[in-house]
């Protein structure tokens, strides 16, 4: 069965993303395009995984988790998990590399960690998330697939931030497939790899712009949906019955301005997961209720059909009139 994908996605925590693109708007941009398997790829960080995975599963859609790694030559790089988790200890160890720095959002950008309901837990503000990182892009690479990642060099063929402006070549690594913008991407950069298309969504309206579509078991999907169903009703049950453990609600203000003030001072400016309290629930429940196995299958089974070829760019989608294209109809 073929399926719609956009791999490449960056919420509000990005710096140079607009403050709009909370997870819950993003994932209502990719109901309208019709995404079916929908990636968040924040810079150098997944602290808004937790969130991004419960949106995804309220409405329908099969989350991945990723992070756009920025190595020290600023060749861009995608890994990508199969779950939020994951996604999250990565992003922790990831943040060891980001070179300490204080922030002004005036100056570098909003970063904002946010709840469900999009509310702010974070804004880190002794680290800039669009620093270039203190190792390679092989080193990051490696790393990366040793973490069970699935790895993309970034819009290969873009005139910055690739490994064509910035290396001129494709270095050898363990990717499984490479990201390009173009229809037509130098084969010297592409290697023998699976050729894709994403987004690279920096605001809400270029979310689906750029989709691919690849071949999946029908069956690990359907399996996927309905775990990723039974979390939805377990989160909606606890949001309704135990909300205040989720995520804290400023209690009414005689102002306006007093309700501002009281969100800010409960505001972390911590840029790692565990020194987020607001996070740890989140957290927490997704332990208990993600489903772990149902991704990994689909995860792996996502691996395999790039390492097959078993998925076309935008610009290659199957012809009408071939078997893979009558696949596609039949999905509609």
Same mark, same amino acid.
């Given at each position: 069965?073929?399926?719609?994908?956009?791999?490449?996605?960056?919420?509000?925590?990005?710096?140079?993303?607009?403050? /709009?693109?909370?997870?819950?708007?993003?994932? $209502?941009? +990719?109901?309208?395009?019709? #995404?079916?398997?929908? !990636?968040?790829? @924040?810079?150098?960080?997944?602290?808004?995984?937790?969130?991004?995975?419960?949106?995804?599963?309220?409405?329908?859609?099969?989350?991945?988790?990723?992070?756009?790694?920025?190595?020290?030559?600023?060749?861009?790089?995608?890994?990508?998990?199969?779950?939020?988790?994951?996604?999250?200890?990565?992003?922790?160890?990831?943040?060891?590399?980001?070179?300490?720095?204080?922030?002004?959002?005036?100056?570098?950008?909003?970063?904002?960690?946010?709840?469900?309901?999009?509310?702010?837990?974070?804004?880190?503000?002794?680290?800039?998330?669009?620093?270039?990182?203190? /190792?390679?892009?092989?080193?990051?690479?490696? $790393?990366? +697939?040793?973490?069970?990642? #699935?790895?993309?060099? !970034?819009?290969? @063929?873009?005139?910055?931030?690739?490994?064509?402006?910035?290396?001129?070549?494709?270095?050898?690594?363990?990717?499984?497939?490479?990201?390009?913008?173009?229809?037509?991407?130098?084969?010297?950069?592409?290697?023998?790899?699976?050729?894709?298309?994403?987004?690279?969504?920096?605001?809400?309206?270029?979310?689906?712009?750029?989709?691919?579509?690849?071949?999946?078991?029908?069956?690990?999907?359907?399996?996927?949906?309905?775990?990723?169903?039974?979390?939805?009703?377990?989160?909606?049950?606890?949001?309704?019955?135990?909300?205040?453990?989720?995520?804290?609600?400023?209690?009414?203000?005689?102002?306006?301005?007093?309700?501002?003030?009281?969100?800010?001072?409960?505001?972390?400016?911590?840029?790692?997961?565990?020194?987020?309290?607001?996070?740890?629930?989140?957290?927490?429940?997704?332990?208990?209720?993600?489903?772990?196995?149902?991704?990994?299958?689909?995860?792996?089974?996502?691996?395999?059909?790039?390492?097959?070829?078993?998925?076309?760019?935008?610009?290659?989608?199957?012809?009408?009139?071939?078997?893979?294209?009558?696949?596609?109809?039949?999905?509609?």
């Amino acid at each position: 069965m073929l399926y719609t994908f956009d791999f490449h996605n960056h919420s509000c925590l990005s710096p140079c993303a607009s403050l /709009e693109a909370s997870p819950s708007e993003m994932v $209502e941009w +990719a109901i309208k395009k019709r #995404i079916d398997l929908f !990636a968040l790829t @924040d810079h150098n960080s997944a602290l808004n995984s937790p969130a991004f995975g419960i949106e995804c599963a309220n409405a329908g859609i099969i989350p991945l988790f990723g992070i756009e790694l920025n190595p020290f030559e600023e060749a861009h790089l995608l890994a990508i998990f199969s779950d939020p988790l994951t996604a999250l200890r990565f992003s922790d160890w990831v943040f060891e590399y980001l070179p300490a720095m204080r922030v002004d959002p005036l100056q570098f950008g909003d970063q904002v960690v946010v709840d469900p309901l999009g509310q702010i837990l974070s804004m880190p503000s002794s680290i800039w998330y669009g620093s270039s990182l203190k /190792e390679s892009f092989t080193f990051f690479a490696q $790393e990366a +697939a040793k973490a069970g990642a #699935i790895v993309i060099p !970034a819009h290969i @063929d873009r005139p910055h931030f690739s490994v064509y402006s910035q290396l001129g070549f494709l270095p050898q690594g363990p990717y499984d497939a490479v990201e390009a913008m173009s229809p037509n991407p130098d084969p010297t950069l592409c290697g023998d790899f699976c050729v894709i298309s994403n987004s690279d969504a920096h605001v809400l309206e270029h979310i689906g712009r750029r989709p691919s579509i690849i071949e999946l078991d029908e069956k690990k999907v359907i399996d996927m949906h309905a775990a990723l169903s039974k979390m939805a009703e377990a989160w909606f049950r606890g949001l309704w019955t135990n909300q205040a453990n989720i995520s804290a609600s400023s209690p009414e203000k005689e102002s306006e301005e007093d309700s501002e003030e009281d969100i800010q001072d409960q505001t972390s400016e911590a840029g790692l997961s565990i020194e987020i309290p607001g996070l740890l629930p989140i957290i927490s429940f997704l332990e208990e209720w993600y489903p772990f196995a149902e991704a990994q299958a689909l995860f792996e089974n996502i691996r395999q059909s790039l390492h097959k070829q078993k998925a076309w760019s935008i610009y290659k989608k199957p012809k009408p009139g071939s078997l893979i294209h009558a696949s596609a109809e039949k999905k509609k």
